[in-house]
């Protein structure tokens, strides 16, 4: 099975998106693997979306609780997106476009109807190519550098490491037009959040500098501390220079969208109960219901899926599920928005 996501959604030439599809589709056809053409495919943003959000409550263990519980949203910042996903009420599902609904039925029938919305362009990476690309060749220092260094690839202009400074200047280059989160629809954040990839990863990257212990620098509301630290310090290891931008950028970010405003900041975290949070594990957990399970499960009109399964032991399903993911799942670090399953 192979899912791309916002590295190809953001080509526009759809001939050059359909020329890449097929060739996967021929190598694919031509393996030893069992493949149909349709298990390749450029999924949606609110998909994509859910499948994390899938992914998250499946690790929890909430969908399969005999009574219903809490749900948790996700918040997954790609290289080339962020999605947003939570669960809403059905009165607000008709204040929503297609594009940002997604509905799940669990291994009970209950449904659940999600706000799933993929911020394309939003992700770390091109945020900051965007950063820099509007970052005038006038300005006298970069504040998202350390200092002393150059970080943009666009122009020479060296660091001052000035994170306060930093955060400006992301709202102004990066969140200044009308197309930057949050969308006119997203209604308001609510419950529990995971917020995962790169909010993760940067954190985990930076921890032996940030000034504090490992747990300490994971929390969201430690991250003016941490950014601070870490903006500068002229002696960090970081090859890309995107550590100082990251954390003013995310900090925005999770502004914009009310991430901030809630009343527990979100998690951040790469595992629930030693599983990875990822939108690849929602898809092999869909997969699987699909096409292996006895009573099978099916997709929804539009862009929303549901998938039911009856009568199987959650400790089957996951073992199967594992075994799925060791022998298929092809996972990069760093390339958090193209999973590959097969």
């Known amino acids: 099975m192979f899912k791309a996501t916002a590295g190809l959604r953001a080509i526009q030439d759809e001939n050059a998106k359909d020329a890449v599809m097929n060739a996967v589709r021929n190598v694919l056809s031509s393996s030893s693997f069992k493949f149909e053409p349709s298990w390749a495919r450029i999924i949606p943003g609110n998909e994509e979306a859910g499948l994390a959000w899938v992914s998250a409550n499946y690790l929890s263990g909430v969908l399969e609780m005999s009574h219903r519980a809490t749900t948790t949203g996700v918040i997954e910042m790609g290289g080339g997106s962020t999605q947003v996903t939570f669960e809403i009420g059905s009165n607000l599902l008709s204040t929503l476009s297609e594009d940002e609904k997604f509905a799940f039925v669990d291994l009970k029938g209950r449904r659940y109807n999600l706000y799933a919305h993929s911020y394309l362009g939003f992700g770390q990476d091109y945020a900051m190519t965007t950063f820099y690309k509007r970052l005038s060749a006038n300005t006298q220092n970069d504040p998202c ?67 504090m212990d490992r747990e300490k620098t994971m929390m969201i509301q430690n991250v003016n501390l941490v950014g601070s630290n870490i903006c500068s310090n002229k002696n960090i290891q970081d090859e890309d220079g995107k550590y100082c931008f990251a954390l003013a950028y995310q900090n925005v970010f999770l502004e914009k969208i009310g991430g901030l405003k809630l009343r527990n900041p979100p998690k951040v975290t790469r595992t629930v109960n030693g599983g990875e949070v990822d939108w690849a594990l929602g898809a092999a957990v869909v997969h699987v219901c699909h096409h292996y399970m006895p009573s099978g499960g099916g997709w929804m009109q539009h862009s929303a899926f549901s998938s039911t399964i009856d009568n199987v032991p959650a400790s089957w399903f996951l073992l199967l599920l594992l075994v799925l993911l060791v022998m298929l799942t092809w996972r990069k670090k760093n390339g958090g928005d193209n999973k590959f399953l097969d």
Not at 158 to 170: K, M
Not at 178 to 183: G, L, R
């Open 145 to 211: 550098c350390y200092p002393g260094r150059i970080c943009g690839q666009e122009k020479a202009i060296f660091g001052s490491g000035d994170y306060l400074q930093c955060v400006d200047e992301v709202k102004e280059l990066v969140f200044g037009d009308s197309q930057a989160p949050p969308s006119q629809t997203q209604p308001d954040l609510q419950g529990p959040f995971y917020a995962t990839e790169n909010f993760f990863y940067v954190r985990d990257d930076v921890s032996t500098y940030s000034g």
